[in-house]
């Protein structure tokens, strides 16, 4: 039988820690906030940047939304960013991505100091990650492992499959899955017979970007499936990477979409803006 794991309920429980502790600070008058920037009108990016402007009011950190057309040209974009980097009052910066094409991605995340970076995408922090040198991590992943501490899964000497190499996801996921000893595999589309990879793991993460891509002649008894993928079905309804019905069965564990990693991204990020304060207020 396996257990589900609930990722409102652990999102729940690290943004009443965030909230707990910024509510200490406001009791000593400081506060803590957060610059959200959105360009364009993609309606995806929009339900993201509610959702997070949402943790921010229930942790109680300050969010201020940034929302530029999307002819807004990159000089004028990195101005603001500039502008939002010398501003004591701002904790954290995130540029939801994607951006319009005519803006250059890696010169926005390039452009957030560093210690402002919550999203945790500039090349020197990811490379903190993976010197375990780091304040904050990737949200996505770090919610995954905060998901697998919550339910006590170990990773130590497990052979950990992630499913995708992205530098939003996969990439640091194996950075943390590694800095607590697990042996790791990055498996991707030129991977040759993935099945064989996946069905000797003990944790299986998947972040694809493909509807029920993991079938159940995929998943080895007993394992751990952690399923990154928001994606749509055939019908129009979200669903995740791995086909959950039908993998269920043979897991011990498994995250369900929605429900499972999406609210833990948004946790982690309230908690990296908690961090950078206190980064930058300690010097
Ligand atoms: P991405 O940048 O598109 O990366 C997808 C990865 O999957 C790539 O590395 C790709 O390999 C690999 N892949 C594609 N087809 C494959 C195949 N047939 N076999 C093996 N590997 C294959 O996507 P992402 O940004 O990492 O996101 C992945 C999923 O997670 C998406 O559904 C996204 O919406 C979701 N997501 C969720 C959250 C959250 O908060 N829960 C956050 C971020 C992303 P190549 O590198 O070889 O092309």
Same mark, same amino acid.
């Given at each position: 039988?396996? !257990?589900? /794991?609930?990722?409102?309920?652990?999102?729940? #429980?690290? !943004?009443?820690?965030? !909230?707990?502790?910024?509510?200490?600070?406001?009791?000593?008058?400081?506060?803590?906030?957060?610059?959200?920037? =959105?360009?364009?009108?993609?309606?995806?990016? +929009?339900?993201?940047?509610?959702?997070?402007?949402?943790?921010?009011?229930?942790?109680? =950190?300050?969010?201020?939304?940034?929302?530029?057309?999307?002819?807004?040209?990159?000089?004028? $974009?990195?101005? $603001?960013?500039?502008?939002?980097?010398?501003?004591?009052?701002?904790?954290?910066?995130?540029?939801?991505?994607?951006?319009?094409?005519? =803006?250059?991605?890696?010169?926005?995340?390039?452009?957030?100091?560093?210690?402002?970076?919550?999203?945790?995408?500039?090349?020197?922090?990811?490379?903190?990650?993976?010197? %375990?040198?780091? *304040? #904050?991590?990737?949200?996505?992943?770090?919610?995954?492992? $905060?998901?697998?501490?919550?339910? @006590?899964? *170990?990773?130590?000497?497990?052979?950990?499959? =992630?499913?995708? +190499?992205?530098?939003?996801?996969?990439?640091?996921?194996?950075? $943390?899955?590694?800095?607590?000893?697990?042996?790791?595999? /990055?498996?991707?589309? !030129?991977?040759?017979?993935?099945?064989?990879?996946?069905?000797?793991?003990?944790?299986?993460?998947?972040?694809? @970007?493909? &509807?029920?891509?993991?079938?159940?002649?995929?998943?080895?008894? %007993?394992?751990?499936?952690?399923?990154? %993928?928001?994606?749509? *079905?055939?019908?129009?309804?979200?669903?995740?990477?791995?086909? #959950?019905?039908?993998?269920?069965?043979?897991?011990?564990?498994?995250?369900?979409? &929605? %429900?499972?990693?999406?609210?833990?991204?948004?946790?982690?990020?309230?908690?990296?803006?908690?961090?950078?304060?206190?980064?930058?207020?300690?010097?």
């Amino acid at each position: 039988m396996y !257990k589900l /794991i609930d990722g409102k309920e652990v999102s729940a #429980f690290i !943004k009443n820690q965030v !909230k707990d502790e910024v509510e200490v600070l406001k009791e000593k008058g400081e506060s803590v906030s957060l610059a959200v920037i =959105i360009v364009g009108d993609n309606p995806a990016s +929009r339900v993201y940047v509610n959702n997070k402007k949402k943790a921010c009011e229930a942790t109680g =950190i300050i969010s201020y939304e940034y929302a530029l057309p999307e002819e807004t040209k990159e000089e004028e $974009l990195l101005a $603001l960013i500039k502008e939002l980097n010398e501003n004591s009052e701002i904790n954290g910066i995130l540029c939801q991505l994607p951006l319009p094409k005519h =803006i250059d991605e890696k010169k926005v995340i390039d452009a957030i100091a560093s210690e402002k970076d919550v999203d945790c995408f500039r090349a020197e922090n990811v490379g903190k990650m993976w010197l %375990g040198e780091y *304040d #904050f991590a990737a949200c996505t992943p770090k919610g995954v492992m $905060l998901l697998l501490e919550y339910y @006590g899964i *170990d990773v130590c000497g497990k052979n950990c499959v =992630i499913i995708g +190499r992205s530098n939003i996801v996969g990439k640091p996921m194996a950075s $943390l899955l590694l800095e607590k000893s697990a042996t790791v595999t /990055i498996c991707h589309s !030129k991977t040759k017979d993935l099945a064989s990879f996946t069905r000797n793991a003990d944790v299986i993460v998947a972040a694809v @970007g493909r &509807p029920k891509f993991v079938t159940a002649d995929m998943v080895g008894d %007993g394992a751990v499936v952690v399923d990154v %993928g928001i994606n749509r *079905d055939e019908n129009g309804k979200l669903c995740g990477d791995v086909d #959950f019905e039908n993998v269920k069965e043979k897991t011990s564990y498994i995250t369900p979409v &929605p %429900g499972g990693c999406g609210p833990m991204t948004i946790a982690v990020l309230m908690r990296n803006t908690l961090v950078a304060y206190r980064i930058q207020k300690n010097g």
